[in-house]
């Protein structure tokens, strides 16, 4: 296929191309540029490219590919690498303390409105929150599963309840 045809070809592909650039990119800018480097990089290789095939399905792996390579390039290029001894330039940015109070207040008064469930809904509904499974709960306190189930939405509905009135001031 001579260089003509072969632009020709890519040229007609262009509104695809730049669709699936799009897509990929999620950025108007990006997207031209994508095209610009795969159309290019489509006539530098134009000898790799067999005659016969779907020229369509190969420039858009070309495009996909270059689409990861740069994204790896961007990556790489935000990854501060401190080669000092001890990692000063690391480290060099003074400690970072959290001041958690308002979290704790908060998982305190959760923690309250737990315990006030009734046994029956709290237990269930903690042993889930511990990672069992409904059938494990259900087998360990040798209750039906569909009781557990209810028994947790139950929780849950009246943790969710009880949270927005004790937060009303606070909802806009």
């Known amino acids: 296929m001579s260089t003509i045809n072969f632009s ?10 730049s669709n699936f650039a799009y897509k990929l990119t999620q950025n108007k800018e990006d997207s031209k540029d994508l095209c610009q480097e795969t159309t290019y990089r489509a006539l530098v290789n134009q000898n790799k490219f067999q005659v016969g095939t779907n020229l369509k ?3 858009f792996t070309m495009m996909r590919n270059i689409f ?7 990556i790489k290029r935000n990854t501060i690498l401190d080669s000092t001894d001890n990692q000063f330039y690391l480290n060099s ?8 109070a308002n979290s704790s207040i908060m998982m305190n008064e959760l923690q309250e409105l737990v315990n006030k469930l009734d046994d029956k809904t709290r237990v269930p509904f903690m042993m889930h929150h511990y990672g069992y499974k409904y059938q494990e709960i259900a087998e360990q306190l040798d209750v039906p599963l569909g009781t557990i189930k209810s028994r947790i939405h139950f929780a849950r509905k009246e943790l969710r309840n009880a949270v927005k009135n004790n937060y009303k001031m606070f909802q806009f």
Not at 8 to 17: F, Q, T, Y
Not at 68 to 74: M, T, V
Not at 93 to 100: A, C, E, Q, R, W
């Open 93 to 100: 940015g003074g400690p970072t303390i959290l001041n958690d």
């Open 8 to 17: 020709r070809e890519i040229s007609n592909l262009d509104s695809a191309l």
């Open 57 to 59: 399905a190969w420039l």
């Open 68 to 74: 990861i390579n740069n994204y790896r390039k961007k």
